[in-house]
């Protein structure tokens, strides 16, 4: 993560060959999250704003001719374009649990209109109440979608509609206008409207069961964002004094006042099954702060990473919320923080800022990054531990008895300690035994993807390229390249085994030698420097190496046969540069 110091360890050139350690983190607190960049659809930015239960995210991406489309992005697929409804543009506001998405998209005949679609199903029109435009903002596990849209009269009114199910106006109050935030997975909707006195009050409504007015906490106006399955419902309503506070509500239980952190003003954002709310509030400093609370106050103020202020936007039925909060230098951050975790940045893809918007059960958090060149990606921010979980249960079972099990689980356990070193000394020894095991106990495509996943938790921990010890022209009593022989002559460079490391594991034909990366025509195994462990022995071609005169080191890459980057310089003198 962007505000960790990972200390690294490097096998110094003139230590003995039986130095060759991993750089790695050591005993420091590793990552706790691994942000993945998303990409777009062939343009510059992106945006995740929605993520379900499996971790698809949708939002909109940038097209290469500057258009915006509503994707889908799963974590074994990359972004796909959902499409508009013959408009240009199109957005993704929200993802159930079956992957269908909900949002806004531009018609062939200029209006927006509410959609539905998913990976497989392609973009269907919602339609309207009568008038011109409408948007869908929320969908529920059956597949239920709310928000807003015209009718003939061109009001703008709630709806509830389906793929199956056209819309049905759920504005009884005859109001001018109303629009659903959110939908629960009884059909039960919660949202705000205009009173005919011009007001803003909340309201909760259902194909069943007539609009209610939950009117505010003794003053003029209100919002409801958020309601939970058991239709526990939260926004904010002004006070009798002009203040606006949280509040939680039902159809039966009347509102209740959460206050604010000691400001004048709390912005609710969302309520988990288990009633505890989150949103942003002003402090006693009239600062902004990130909050989650209960139906017992008070709220209990989420702090920041360091900077003034922080914002809340979603929090899941295990009381983890996510957001943005400002570091030391007044960037803003996404996190994910709880009552009982103070806040853990999540970092950026390489820029400044990021911000979470949405964060499903398991921890994973939507949202957008900027990336190094200043343009906003949508992110993937998934719990490192949830990565070895699913390892876990894809390598239950194959394989010879319970050894790869063992050693994920073995894995798993460093990482828990913070031993940086052993997670990623295991995680190779676990892909080194996949790898010898495919096509024979287990399935090439299942080998495949068991290394890849191995892979990208050694990725997420910041598992570093491993350091070996190379010897140019092993056995000669020094270094030197004539430049003089690059037409013809060839030099030989030894990869030395030791007690750590295994010179019979790497790859011969993935060597690159010199600034001219050059490829080795020939290699050979044997004990170069007499020490009992057999090294590997590599020929190039002199003027393949393009080595410059002067020059006085140089560097050779690999890979191991298990994906392991290998890493290796050694002194040399470029020298007889002119015939």
């Excluded at 629960?184 to 909707?189: A, D, K, R, T």
């Excluded at 952190?261 to 912005?267: D, F, I, K, Q, T």
């Excluded at 202020?309 to 030391?328: E, F, I, K, L, M």
Aim: proline fraction near 3%.
């Amino acid at each position: 993560m962007s505000n960790r110091m990972l200390r690294v360890l490097f096998c110094g050139f003139s230590m003995a060959a039986a130095c060759a350690l991993l750089a790695t983190p050591a005993m420091s607190e590793l990552p706790k999250y691994q942000m993945k960049d998303l990409g777009t659809l062939g343009g510059k930015s992106s945006e995740g704003v929605a993520v379900n239960a499996v971790g698809q995210v949708t939002g909109q991406a940038e097209l290469a001719d500057g258009r915006r489309h509503a994707f889908i992005a799963s974590a074994t697929q990359p972004m796909q374009d959902l499409g508009t409804l013959g408009g240009p543009n199109s957005i993704g506001y929200a993802i159930n649990s079956a992957g269908q998405v909900t949002g806004a998209s531009d018609t062939a005949q200029g209006s927006i209109h509410a959609f539905i679609a998913s990976a497989a199903q392609r973009m269907q029109d919602l339609g309207t109440l009568g008038g011109r435009d409408s948007t869908g903002i929320a969908i529920n596990d059956a597949g239920q979608i709310t928000g807003g849209a015209d009718t003939a009269d061109a009001r703008r009114h709630v709806y509830i509609a389906s793929s199956t199910q056209p819309m049905q106006d759920l504005d009884t109050l005859g109001t001018q206008s109303s629009v659903g935030n959110e939908i629960n997975n009884s059909g039960l909707v919660v949202g705000i409207l205009d009173t005919t006195e011009g007001l803003v009050h909340v309201f909760i409504a259902s194909a069943m069961h007539s609009m209610q007015d939950l009117g505010t906490l003794g003053g003029r106006n209100g919002y409801g964002v958020a309601i939970d399955d058991a239709g526990q419902v939260t926004g904010g309503a002004d006070t009798a004094d002009g203040q606006m506070h949280a509040f939680i509500a039902s159809a039966t239980q009347p509102m209740m006042d959460l206050g604010t952190l000691g400001g004048e003003w709390a912005e609710p954002e969302d309520i988990n099954d288990a009633g505890q709310i989150t949103g942003t509030a002003e402090n006693r400093d009239k600062q902004a702060r990130a909050f989650i609370g209960t139906a017992s106050p008070p709220l209990h103020d989420l702090g920041t990473l360091g900077g003034s202020s922080s914002r809340a936007y979603d929090v899941n039925n295990a009381g983890q919320v996510t957001g943005a909060a400002t570091v030391a230098s007044g960037a803003e951050h996404a996190f994910v923080a709880s009552a009982t975790q103070p806040m853990l940045d999540l970092g950026t893809l390489g820029g400044e800022t990021s911000i979470g918007w949405a964060i499903n059960d398991a921890g994973q958090v939507a949202g957008a990054a900027a990336t190094a060149d200043g343009y906003f990606h949508a992110f993937r921010a998934t719990p490192i531990s949830l990565l070895f979980t699913m390892l876990l249960e894809d390598v239950t079972g194959v394989g010879p008895g319970s050894i790869l099990t063992d050693q994920v689980q073995r894995a798993f356990g460093y990482y828990r300690d913070d031993d940086g070193s052993n997670t990623c000394n295991t995680l190779t020894g676990f892909v080194a035994l996949v790898n010898t095991q495919s096509g024979l106990e287990i399935p090439p495509a299942q080998a495949a993807k068991l290394a890849a996943d191995a892979r990208e938790i050694q990725s997420a921990v910041h598992c570093g390229v491993e350091q070996i010890v190379i010897d140019v022209k092993p056995h000669a009593s020094g270094n030197g390249i004539a430049l003089t022989s690059a037409k013809s002559g060839n030099v030989r460079v030894a990869l030395l085994g030791s007690a750590a490391y295994d010179a019979l594991q790497v790859d011969p034909e993935s060597a690159r030698f010199g600034p001219g990366e050059a490829t080795a025509r020939r290699s050979e195994l044997q004990d170069f420097n007499r020490d009992g462990f057999t090294d590997l022995g590599l020929l190039f071609r002199i003027r393949d190496l393009r080595l410059r005169c002067g020059d006085q080191q140089v560097t050779l890459t690999a890979e191991t046969y298990a994906g392991t980057a290998l890493v290796g310089t050694d002194l040399v003198h470029a020298w007889k540069c002119h015939k």
